[in-house]
């Protein structure tokens, strides 16, 4: 059972269209396309890129309590968990966050969008429908709920990059009724045909579908959820569409690539089986605004308490491109030679290249005269102390060492939480 | 992804086990990587060669070739000092990709023993090889 490689609908489409393939959470995905993956990084950045992200896990928990149960097994607060002002989740908003067992160690990490007071989507990582709902059942008690494993029974395309509102334009049903009041980590429709809030996003071609103002690429973008049935046509419509808005087919070492200068994590790599704390993502914790205690009481937040001064993450930026393998293992040493940690994760960011101490993205209006962006490498590293943003250490693989930077960020001038308005 | 037939697997190099070529052209002799090398790579983005001068013995690493996904060794497919290295893949390391056997080269080598090009393949055996690795 367990060794069966999966396929998604669109599994014919990435063959023929002479995708290199492999095997990722189980399914057989597109790693990059004939055009490569450098180019697809880079269109991302610079126009828009389309991804067949349905590997990904829905897990739907409905019925009175739902809320009261995401408040004990999620880590964000639902009560105060959106914008500035941390107001509740509300009907079309999303909210990132992880499933945490006792100890605080990653389950998986999740976006959980409330499509009413009543009815939570959770979409979490490929293979990961069937523990996410095991744990989600476990914890359900007493409370009222109903949690359905939705793997394979939703198909999901992203497209992103600064173009992507422009192409959805193209292919939406009213898309400046849809756009309107549509703000980063929101959604509106339904790919469910039953549901009326199905009503809310149509194609042109009446196909219903759930929009979403997410991503994982750092890069302004929709996620689009549909009946897988209708998948195939809903990708050929939107490479048509986009065809002259530079819209191309993007893989999953693209995606990666991308995620990492975006400073976001990979689940099962970069966050995992050890305590979720001290890293980058500390803010889909429930702390409250001074960032010392958390508002509620949720699974692990015991053990991340206890955790406090245990390993620490940091976000790393490179002096030129060259990486190092993850799988080698590789270690990170500080400026004695002492090992400190290993490396999560390893990749070049094609876009960016550095000016003295200052990174600059293809993306960023003013850059100095002369300037190449040749690409930086950058990721992760887990290490036993703490670090400081500026400080360097050595990453070393059994072939080569190279020196990085503690970065707060990487890849600058990203557009993500850029308005539709501003980009239609 | 290049089917084996889709490749491009000139007759007049000799290929090593490890996917580099060797070719004797008048009196120089390149080394690269093959077509199917340079497709299972993807997008090289970095081309690590050694310096005029060095040598080594049939069989070792000279160099690595890094890809957007990983990085790889190159082995000589027969041992010799290396006379030039490809500068232009410092600025260009895509020429690997596009032209691999040509503006995509790597090294020139003064051999140790030419007859150990023997020991390398022909294209047949080579393309054999590559049967036998689906």
Same mark, same amino acid.
């Given at each position: 059972?367990?060794?069966?490689?999966?396929?998604?609908?669109?599994?014919?489409?990435?063959?023929?269209?002479?995708?290199?393939?492999?095997?990722?959470?189980?399914?057989?995905?597109?790693?990059?396309?004939?055009?490569?993956?450098?180019?697809?990084?880079?269109?991302?950045?610079?126009?828009?890129?389309?991804?067949?992200?349905?590997?990904?896990?829905?897990v739907?928990i409905?019925?009175?309590?739902a809320?009261d149960l995401l408040q004990v097994c999620f880590t964000k607060?639902?009560?105060?968990?959106?914008?500035?002002?941390?107001? #509740?989740?509300?009907?079309?908003?999303?909210?990132?966050g992880a499933y945490l067992n006792?100890?605080?160690?990653?389950i998986?990490?999740t976006?959980i969008?409330?499509?009413?007071?009543?009815?939570?989507?959770s979409?979490?990582?490929?293979?990961?429908?069937?523990?996410v709902?095991?744990h989600l059942r476990n914890h359900a008690?007493?409370y009222?709920v109903?949690i359905?494993?939705?793997?394979?029974?939703?198909?999901?395309?992203?497209?992103?990059? #600064?173009?992507?509102?422009?192409?959805?334009?193209?292919?939406?049903?009213?898309?400046?009724?849809?756009?309107?009041?549509?703000?980063?980590?929101?959604?509106?429709?339904?790919?469910?045909?039953?549901?009326?809030?199905?009503?809310?996003?149509?194609?042109?071609?009446?196909?219903?579908?759930?929009?979403?103002?997410?991503?994982?690429?750092?890069?302004?973008?929709?996620?689009?959820?549909?009946?897988?049935?209708?998948?195939?046509?809903?990708?050929?419509?939107?490479?048509?569409?986009?065809?002259?808005?530079?819209?191309?087919?993007?893989?999953?070492?693209?995606?990666?690539?991308?995620?990492?200068?975006?400073?976001?994590?990979?689940?099962?790599?970069?966050?995992?089986?050890?305590?979720?704390?001290?890293?980058?993502?500390?803010?889909?914790?429930?702390?409250?605004?001074?960032?010392?205690?958390?508002?509620?009481?949720f699974i692990g937040?015991?053990?991340?308490?206890?955790?406090?001064?245990?390993?620490?993450?940091?976000?790393?930026?490179?002096?030129?491109?060259?990486?190092?393998?993850?799988?080698?293992?590789?270690?990170?040493?500080?400026?004695?030679?002492?090992?400190?940690?290993?490396?999560?994760?390893?990749?070049?960011?094609?876009?960016?290249?550095?000016?003295?101490?200052?990174?600059?993205?293809?993306?960023?209006?003013?850059?100095?005269?002369?300037?190449?962006?040749?690409?930086?490498?950058?990721?992760?590293?887990?290490?036993?102390?703490?670090?400081?943003?500026?400080?360097?250490?050595?990453?070393?693989?059994?072939?080569?060492?190279?020196?990085?930077?503690?970065?707060?960020?990487?890849?600058?001038?990203?557009?993500?939480?850029?308005?539709?308005?501003?980009?239609? | 992804?290049?089917?084996?037939?889709?490749?491009?697997?000139?007759?007049?190099?000799?290929?090593?086990?490890?996917?580099?070529?060797?070719?004797?052209? /008048?009196?120089?002799?390149?080394?690269?990587?093959?077509?199917?090398?340079?497709?299972?790579?993807?997008?090289?983005?970095?081309?690590?060669?050694?310096?005029?001068?060095?040598?080594?013995?049939?069989?070792?690493?000279?160099?690595?070739?890094?890809?957007?996904?990983?990085?790889?060794?190159?082995?000589?497919?027969?041992?010799?000092?290396?006379?030039?290295?490809?500068?232009?893949?410092? /600025?260009?390391?895509?020429?690997?990709?596009?032209?691999?056997?040509? /503006?995509?080269?790597?090294?020139?080598?003064?051999?140790?023993?030419?007859?150990?090009?023997?020991?390398?393949?022909?294209?047949? /055996?080579?393309?054999?090889?590559?049967?036998?690795?689906?």
């Amino acid at each position: 059972m367990g060794n069966i490689t999966k396929e998604t609908p669109l599994h014919g489409w990435h063959e023929a269209g002479g995708a290199r393939m492999s095997v990722f959470g189980g399914y057989d995905m597109p790693l990059w396309y004939p055009s490569g993956a450098k180019r697809e990084h880079l269109t991302v950045i610079t126009n828009a890129g389309l991804f067949d992200t349905s590997h990904m896990a829905l897990v739907e928990i409905s019925g009175p309590d739902a809320f009261d149960l995401l408040q004990v097994c999620f880590t964000k607060d639902l009560t105060a968990c959106i914008g500035k002002k941390r107001t #509740p989740i509300e009907s079309g908003r999303c909210v990132y966050g992880a499933y945490l067992n006792e100890e605080g160690e990653v389950i998986d990490d999740t976006i959980i969008a409330q499509m009413d007071d009543r009815l939570y989507l959770s979409v979490v990582n490929a293979g990961m429908g069937a523990t996410v709902t095991r744990h989600l059942r476990n914890h359900a008690g007493e409370y009222d709920v109903a949690i359905t494993d939705l793997s394979d029974r939703v198909g999901k395309v992203d497209i992103q990059g #600064p173009q992507s509102a422009r192409i959805m334009a193209q292919v939406l049903k009213s898309p400046e009724r849809v756009f309107e009041g549509m703000p980063y980590f929101s959604f509106k429709g339904h790919f469910d045909r039953q549901s009326p809030l199905s009503q809310d996003v149509r194609l042109r071609d009446d196909t219903p579908l759930l929009l979403s103002r997410t991503g994982y690429t750092g890069e302004f973008g929709f996620e689009l959820f549909v009946d897988p049935r209708d998948l195939v046509t809903l990708w050929e419509t939107l490479l048509e569409a986009g065809d002259a808005f530079g819209l191309i087919p993007c893989g999953l070492a693209a995606r990666d690539s991308l995620r990492a200068g975006a400073k976001l994590p990979l689940s099962h790599q970069d966050i995992g089986a050890w305590p979720f704390c001290n890293n980058p993502w500390t803010f889909a914790l429930p702390y409250d605004l001074r960032g010392r205690t958390f508002t509620k009481q949720f699974i692990g937040d015991e053990a991340l308490r206890a955790h406090a001064g245990s390993a620490h993450t940091y976000a790393y930026a490179g002096y030129d491109l060259r990486k190092v393998s993850t799988g080698d293992p590789a270690f990170v040493s500080d400026s004695r030679g002492q090992d400190i940690g290993t490396v999560l994760t390893s990749v070049t960011d094609m876009a960016i290249g550095r000016s003295g101490s200052r990174i600059y993205s293809i993306a960023s209006p003013e850059q100095p005269e002369q300037f190449q962006i040749r690409g930086l490498s950058c990721g992760f590293i887990k290490v036993d102390r703490e670090l400081t943003p500026g400080e360097t250490v050595e990453l070393k693989d059994n072939k080569r060492t190279i020196t990085v930077e503690i970065r707060d960020d990487i890849r600058p001038d990203r557009t993500a939480r850029r308005s539709i308005q501003s980009m239609l | 992804m290049k089917e084996i037939s889709e490749l491009y697997l000139p007759d007049d190099v000799r290929y090593a086990e490890t996917h580099e070529w060797i070719r004797i052209d /008048d009196d120089r002799v390149r080394i690269g990587i093959s077509d199917f090398a340079q497709d299972q790579l993807g997008d090289i983005v970095f081309v690590e060669l050694p310096k005029v001068g060095d040598t080594f013995g049939s069989g070792e690493e000279f160099g690595t070739v890094e890809s957007v996904k990983a990085v790889s060794e190159l082995y000589i497919p027969v041992g010799g000092e290396v006379l030039s290295v490809n500068t232009e893949l410092e /600025d260009t390391p895509e020429l690997v990709n596009q032209d691999p056997y040509n /503006d995509g080269w790597l090294i020139e080598i003064q051999p140790d023993e030419l007859a150990e090009m023997e020991n390398c393949m022909t294209k047949d /055996d080579y393309i054999e090889l590559l049967e036998g690795e689906e």
